[in-house]
């Protein structure tokens, strides 16, 4: 039934438009991103480790527990969780400082990611470091954005004792590349 001053249509569309702004602010302020976990748990999205910006996660989360390690004055040393893919152990290592190497068996004083959790611009980022005589769980809370570097938020230490990490370097099996001599 419409009037001739079009006074109904007109409200029709405000509710119409009040409605849709309602449910987008809802839909923004709950977060439109699932929570993602590599690797996979039961319950949560699966997502491909090689996809930015999880190895810029990987990345930034290393050097992060590197800084808070028994070992900060040394070269890093680094794992990556199972099923990680030998292209992202390359593209993660490009970003970690020259000095830096893949973890191999028999290592010790490892940098380890056990566990990636992202949604949308934050993330927790799992990572195993060493503290003198065993390994402390180190819990880094990260945000980032497209054109932000990912960054170390705080970090939320573990009073857990934990088993060396596993190295699950996919080069492991070929020995590493000694470094070139200096030239003198």
Not at 41 to 62: L, N, Q
Request: glycine share 6%; proline share 12%.
């Amino acid at each position: 039934m419409a009037t001739t001053d079009g006074t109904l249509s007109t409200l029709i569309r405000a509710h119409a438009s009040l409605v849709a702004c309602t449910l987008g602010a809802g839909l923004c302020l709950s977060g439109c991103a699932p929570q993602q976990t590599f690797p996979p748990t039961t319950g949560r999205a699966v997502f491909d480790a090689s996809v930015p910006p999880v190895p810029e996660i990987m990345a930034a989360a290393i050097k992060g527990a590197h800084a808070k390690s028994s070992v900060a004055d040394e070269p890093i040393v680094y794992n990556l969780p199972p099923g990680v893919l030998k292209e992202t152990w390359k593209k993660v290592d490009s970003m970690l400082p020259e000095s830096a190497r893949p973890a191999y068996p028999n290592d010790t004083n490892i940098i380890s990611v056990e566990q990636i959790r992202m949604s949308g611009s934050l993330g927790e980022v799992d990572v195993l470091v060493p503290k003198g005589n065993f390994y402390q769980l180190l819990t880094l809370h990260m945000e980032g954005a497209i054109f932000d570097p990912w960054k170390v938020k705080f970090v939320q230490p573990w009073t857990i004792r934990s088993e060396p990490p596993t190295c699950n370097n996919p080069y492991a099996a070929d020995p590493p590349i000694p470094a070139a001599p200096a030239a003198g």
